[in-house]
């Protein structure tokens, strides 16, 4: 493996400081692109999970006791600051992760902005309550409390965005916060915690990389930590669910999907080909996002005329390769272990009698040749696979990457058992242009987020979360807070 000239060791946030690991180790940040060594992460332990849950622990009475207002001007000025780092922040993303730079840079982070300035607006709604008459020398009335100290662990698909989500809006109704990286991509956030931390009060904000196997027990199991929000593999959720059955603490995971893409023969088909291939799936991170729509199902009397529009949409603007370039429009598999994942599943679509309709290639050498410095980066090409049934391994596992799999229907009843017929319920898009099949499929289809005519048009206005295994809880300003019911005796 090359390595890279210069290696920047970058550092958790505990308590305002800047610290390596109690016992120095490290660990190397892989650049998907090309397979070298970038960065260096601290690998956290046991000693540093107790140093940051102190330090939130005391720094909350003193934010959770500032005004909504002034919580909201310093979320405000965080907002603001991304106007200055939102350019370094987006280049250590895609150096991270392989999210081509003018998705990171154009679509990211002014996604990040939004999010800090909503959570702001949401800052004054967090402690309100009801009143509630109760009799003539009654006065019942209801208040939201902040909950302390809350745990966000972030998956390496989308850690900036996974970060600002969690942060945000848990920081604006009065809790400190703790952000767990995922170890194969933490460099963006363990920089973006250094340039919190210029903003924000000590202990306010901490941020600690680790392995998730070594410190994610402990940090999730701390008497310190009241609340934990997971965005990351039913694995892990369930490992979280097991960690505080003893001592529960409320919950929210944001986990994985097998998201349908539905075409009727009603819809405008041009919009939809490009709504489910560039814009559904093979996306500027690779695929690699959970509601990617990785089940595309066409009604029988379009499917052919489909497939070649299918095509055309996703190949004709492909340009894989170098992740730094504005003009690369799609980038490598995340780290090593997804990318062997995801080739394995393509050889497993072609035995479980796959037809492959394009794609179907992976290797830096095959898909970037004459390019040796991408040679070692793990690269998956877009791959579209024909399958005539649902009930194979590559539809119903979460492949998570630009694999998709495409299936005919002949009626709307079939195209609604289709899409259900999964474990998971994160995202399902319908193009039709007949309103009523659109509100009948709103209402069928067992998905947290549904579009129509549309495809991850993710709002900040707007909940986000799954069904089913696809997890529970939103990352929303209430979920921040516990509600508390109290009587006024006046008689
Ligand atoms: P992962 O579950 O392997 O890791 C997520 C995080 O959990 C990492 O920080 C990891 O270190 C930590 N972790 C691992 N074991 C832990 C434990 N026992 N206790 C506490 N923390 C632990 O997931 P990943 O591979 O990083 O991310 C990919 C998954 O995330 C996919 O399934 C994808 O669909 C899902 N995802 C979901 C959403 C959503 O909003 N629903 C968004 C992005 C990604």
Same mark, same amino acid.
């Given at each position: 493996?090359?390595?890279?000239?210069?290696?920047?060791? %970058?550092?958790?946030?505990?308590?305002?400081?800047?610290?390596?690991?109690?016992?120095?180790?490290?660990?190397? =940040?892989? #650049?998907?692109?090309?397979?070298?060594?970038?960065?260096?992460?601290?690998?956290?332990?046991?000693?540093?999970?107790?140093?940051?849950?102190?330090?939130?622990?005391?720094? $909350?009475?003193?934010?959770?006791?500032?005004?909504?207002?002034?919580?909201?001007? %310093? *979320?405000?000025?965080?907002?603001?600051?991304?106007?200055?780092?939102?350019?370094?922040?987006?280049?250590?993303?895609?150096?991270? #992760?392989?999210?081509?730079?003018?998705?990171?840079?154009?679509?990211?982070?002014?996604? *990040?902005?939004? +999010?800090? &300035?909503?959570?702001?607006? !949401?800052?004054?709604?967090?402690?309100?309550?009801?009143?509630?008459?109760?009799?003539?020398?009654? $006065?019942?009335?209801?208040?939201?409390?902040?909950?302390?100290?809350?745990?966000? +662990?972030?998956?390496? #698909? /989308?850690?900036?965005?996974?970060?600002?989500?969690?942060?945000? &809006?848990?920081?604006?109704?009065?809790?400190?916060?703790?952000?767990?990286?995922?170890?194969?991509?933490?460099?963006?956030?363990?920089? %973006?915690?250094?340039?919190?931390?210029?903003?924000?009060?000590?202990?306010?904000?901490?941020?600690?990389?680790?392995?998730?196997?070594?410190?994610?027990?402990?940090?999730?199991?701390?008497?310190?930590?009241?609340?934990?929000?997971?965005?990351?593999?039913?694995?892990?959720?369930? /490992?979280?669910?097991?960690?505080?059955?003893?001592?529960?603490?409320?919950?929210?995971?944001?986990?994985?999907?097998?998201?349908?893409?539905?075409?009727?023969?009603? !819809?405008?088909?041009?919009?939809? =080909?490009?709504?489910?291939?560039? #814009?559904?799936?093979?996306?500027?991170? !690779?695929?690699?996002?959970?509601?990617?729509?990785?089940?595309?199902? +066409?009604?029988?009397?379009?499917?052919?005329?489909?497939?070649?529009?299918?095509?055309?949409?996703?190949?004709?603007?492909?340009?894989?390769?170098?992740?730094?370039?504005?003009?690369?429009?799609?980038?490598?598999?995340?780290?090593?272990?997804?990318?062997?994942?995801?080739?394995?599943?393509?050889?497993?679509?072609?035995?479980?009698?796959?037809?492959?309709?394009?794609?179907?290639? %992976?290797?830096?050498?095959? *898909?970037? @040749?004459?390019?040796?410095?991408?040679?070692?980066? &793990?690269?998956?090409?877009?791959?579209?696979?024909?399958?005539?049934?649902?009930?194979?391994?590559?539809?119903?596992?979460?492949? $998570?990457?630009?694999?998709?799999?495409?299936?005919? $229907?002949?009626?709307?009843?079939?195209?609604?058992?289709?899409?259900?017929?999964?474990?998971?319920?994160?995202?399902?898009?319908?193009?039709?242009?007949?309103?009523?099949?659109?509100?009948?499929?709103?209402?069928?289809?067992?998905?947290?987020?549904?579009?129509?005519?549309?495809?991850?048009?993710?709002?900040?206005?707007? @909940?986000?979360?799954?069904?089913?295994?696809?997890?529970?809880?939103?990352?929303?300003?209430?979920?921040?807070?516990?509600?508390?019911?109290?009587?006024?005796?006046?008689?």
């Amino acid at each position: 493996m090359a390595i890279t000239k210069e290696i920047k060791q %970058y550092q958790n946030l505990i308590n305002g400081r800047l610290l390596t690991s109690s016992d120095d180790r490290t660990m190397d =940040a892989i #650049n998907p692109a090309t397979g070298d060594v970038w960065a260096k992460i601290p690998l956290s332990t046991i000693e540093d999970v107790d140093a940051a849950v102190t330090a939130a622990r005391t720094a $909350f009475p003193k934010w959770a006791a500032l005004s909504a207002g002034e919580r909201a001007e %310093y *979320l405000r000025r965080i907002a603001n600051v991304l106007d200055t780092y939102g350019q370094e922040l987006a280049e250590l993303e895609t150096k991270d #992760n392989g999210w081509v730079i003018r998705e990171t840079i154009y679509g990211l982070i002014p996604v *990040l902005k939004q +999010i800090w &300035y909503d959570a702001a607006g !949401a800052a004054s709604v967090a402690s309100r309550g009801e009143t509630v008459p109760l009799g003539p020398t009654s $006065f019942g009335y209801t208040i939201r409390e902040p909950l302390g100290v809350v745990l966000g +662990i972030i998956p390496w #698909n /989308a850690p900036l965005f996974t970060f600002t989500l969690k942060a945000a &809006y848990a920081l604006a109704a009065g809790n400190t916060v703790i952000i767990k990286p995922s170890e194969l991509a933490a460099v963006g956030s363990l920089r %973006y915690g250094e340039i919190l931390a210029e903003i924000l009060p000590p202990g306010v904000l901490n941020v600690i990389s680790g392995l998730g196997s070594e410190i994610g027990d402990s940090l999730v199991a701390h008497k310190g930590v009241n609340r934990v929000s997971l965005t990351g593999s039913g694995r892990t959720a369930r /490992a979280i669910v097991q960690s505080t059955a003893r001592d529960p603490k409320p919950l929210t995971l944001e986990l994985g999907g097998k998201s349908p893409n539905i075409v009727f023969e009603d !819809a405008d088909l041009n919009k939809a =080909a490009e709504g489910i291939t560039t #814009n559904g799936i093979f996306t500027g991170n !690779a695929g690699q996002i959970c509601v990617g729509g990785s089940r595309i199902l +066409i009604q029988q009397s379009i499917f052919d005329e489909m497939l070649t529009l299918m095509k055309a949409k996703t190949l004709e603007p492909l340009k894989l390769g170098d992740t730094m370039d504005f003009t690369s429009t799609m980038g490598p598999i995340a780290n090593q272990a997804q990318y062997e994942k995801v080739c394995s599943y393509i050889d497993l679509g072609v035995q479980e009698g796959g037809k492959i309709i394009f794609g179907g290639r %992976y290797g830096g050498e095959v *898909l970037l @040749p004459g390019q040796p410095q991408f040679s070692n980066g &793990y690269w998956v090409e877009p791959t579209l696979i024909q399958v005539d049934k649902n009930s194979y391994r590559i539809c119903q596992e979460e492949i $998570f990457g630009p694999v998709a799999v495409v299936i005919p $229907f002949e009626t709307e009843e079939e195209a609604i058992e289709i899409a259900n017929d999964t474990a998971y319920g994160l995202g399902a898009g319908v193009w039709t242009t007949n309103l009523g099949r659109a509100q009948r499929m709103i209402k069928s289809l067992e998905s947290g987020n549904v579009w129509v005519n549309t495809y991850r048009r993710v709002g900040v206005e707007l @909940p986000f979360g799954g069904f089913k295994e696809s997890g529970f809880g939103k990352d929303s300003i209430l979920e921040n807070t516990r509600e508390k019911a109290c009587v006024i005796e006046i008689g």
